[in-house]
């Protein structure tokens, strides 16, 4: 019997935490969307975002890819619409269509960076190079890979010591390369 009170208690438990969750993510919903009317996107898209992972739902997924897309981070909504694409495919939903033509018009929005390293030194084969905080792994050099507008910083390390670093431009729509001689570094 103890042991049935406690597997009963246990999922009441979990109940009760998953419906805490849809609550706060509606609340955090109604809240992103009354910010979104009033055209205050930057405080908007977060909220989008929290109710989202609190409560997967594919309408806040595509209310939050166009609050993205409205403040111009436009590879993050250009993510999040491919992500609402495979989810209306999968659920075949009637939103599809309109996922797919939301995430065609920014496609060609998507500023790229190309990360050109050469190493031909075993020693230049031990540095990273991360883009922010996250390490590029060597397989997406010569890649132009999609990111957000604005200033991108590249840093080439060594363990834990940081020893260059380099600043791109990125622009809605264009394509730039980063250069790095790791040898040199």
């Known amino acids: 019997m103890i042991v049935g009170t406690t597997a009963w208690m246990s999922l009441w438990t979990i109940q009760a935490a998953f419906a805490?969750?849809?609550?706060?993510?509606?609340?955090?919903?109604?809240?992103?969307?009354?910010?979104?009317?009033?055209?205050?996107?930057?405080?908007?898209?977060?909220?989008?975002?929290a109710s989202f992972k609190l409560d997967k739902?594919?309408?806040?997924?595509?209310?939050?890819?166009?609050?993205?897309?409205?403040?111009?981070k436009v590879a993050s909504a250009w993510a999040r619409w491919n992500e609402a694409a495979e989810w209306a495919k999968r659920q075949e939903d009637k939103r599809?269509?309109?996922?797919?033509?939301?995430?065609?018009?920014?496609?060609?929005?998507?500023?790229?960076?190309?990360?050109?390293?050469?190493?031909?030194?075993?020693a230049a084969a031990e540095l990273t190079i991360r883009r922010g905080n996250?390490?590029?792994?060597?397989?997406?050099?010569g890649i132009a890979l999609p990111t957000d507008p604005g200033t991108v910083v590249f840093s080439v390390?060594?363990?834990d010591k940081k020893l260059h670093q380099e600043e791109a431009i990125a622009r809605e729509g264009k394509q730039t390369t980063v250069h790095l001689d790791l040898d040199a570094i």
């Open 134 to 141: 996250a390490v590029i792994v060597s397989a997406s050099f």
């Open 57 to 72: 739902q594919l309408g806040t997924l595509m209310n939050w890819a166009d609050c993205l897309e409205t403040v111009s």
């Open 20 to 49: 805490d969750d849809k609550a706060a993510a509606e609340a955090l919903f109604q809240e992103a969307k009354k910010l979104s009317g009033e055209g205050d996107y930057d405080k908007a898209c977060p909220k989008f975002a």
């Open 96 to 122: 599809l269509s309109y996922i797919d033509g939301r995430k065609k018009g920014v496609a060609s929005r998507l500023p790229k960076i190309i990360v050109d390293a050469t190493a031909q030194t075993p």
């Open 157 to 159: 390390w060594r363990k």
